[in-house]
């Protein structure tokens, strides 16, 4: 359970820091990017295909033979994940260093 905020005692607003704090915020549409792509790691089974991404390339048959392949469609449309031909195989890895990043940094936080 969380805990609740604090309430101020006084209303006493730090007209300087608010005013720093919203200059730096994005844009509201970022933001709404930012938690649609925070949603995409809320499934583990996505996770679970990023974390194979992570330690190796993998073919769409591996990755089907792996995982549930109805959850590759979010990742690339997430722009998590990319893919190759090699003839009629397709290969499927990371999109970039951000995601291995990202992984990263939630197992490390989770593992805490």
């Given at each position: 359970m969380e805990e609740p905020l604090e309430k101020c005692e006084y209303m006493h607003v730090h007209?300087?820091?608010?005013?720093?704090?919203n200059e730096q915020m994005p844009d509201e549409e970022i933001l709404?990017?930012?938690a649609e792509l925070f949603k995409?790691?809320?499934?583990?089974?996505?996770?679970?295909i990023l974390y194979a991404l992570f330690e190796s390339e993998m073919c769409v048959c591996d990755i089907a033979q792996l995982l549930n392949m109805t959850q590759l469609r979010s990742l690339k449309q997430s722009k998590l994940v990319k893919y190759r031909r090699e003839g009629k195989t397709v290969f499927y890895s990371l999109a970039d260093a951000h995601v291995r990043t990202i992984i990263n940094q939630g197992l490390e936080h989770v593992e805490e």
């Open positions: 007209e300087d820091i608010v005013h720093k704090v709404y990017d930012l995409i790691f809320g499934d583990s089974t996505r996770i679970k």
